[in-house]
């Protein structure tokens, strides 16, 4: 049995195309603050303590796990928690390239399979009252670096270089490629 360690439903949605039986079982993972340093590495560490929560009690099973966060440089973005966090987020990334990190993590028992996948994004410059009204929609304060790509601010991309579907939460090429090397 494949399961899906979130319960985010960008992921469940992602993963519905593929057209896998699975089954969600939230991580117990207790996700570390993001800091300053490398993104790759950090969300990679993310991916892992949540497989590894979901497999610890479901041993037996296939468990798909998933990181994603956005860096402006070293600097990682994470989920707001707060309006102002979230208008600060939105006005630096406002007119700058920035990256979106992926961590992906197949794991049954001691086969691990694991990959962290890099999309660049490019805002155009946003205005104080366009950041204004996109959250008052809420949609950024569950998003990593306040917004939803397949959302309000699909608006607010000038470029994408890399997965789409990396930067709303599963890059689906690379989980595709894993589930077929893991025989799922």
Known sequence: MLLLASTSPRRKELLNTLQYV????????????????????????????????????????????????VALGTTILGKPHHVEAARHMLQQLSGKEHMVFTAV????QEKIY??????????????????????????????????AIQGGAASFIKEIHGSFTNVIGLPLAEVKEMLVQAQV
Do not use: N
């Open 22 to 69: 699975y089954e969600i079982k939230p991580s117990s993972y207790e996700e570390d603050i993001p800091v300053q340093g490398d993104p790759s590495a950090f969300c990679l560490r993310q991916a892992r303590g949540k497989a590894a929560a979901v497999s610890r009690i479901y041993s037996h099973d296939w468990v798909l796990a998933a990181d994603t966060i």
């Open 105 to 108: 993590v197949l794991r049954r």
């Open 114 to 147: 694991e990959t962290v996948v890099q999309t660049r994004v490019i805002f155009r410059i946003l205005s104080a009252v366009e950041i204004d009204a996109y959250i008052r929609t809420k949609e950024p304060m569950d998003k990593a670096g306040a917004y």
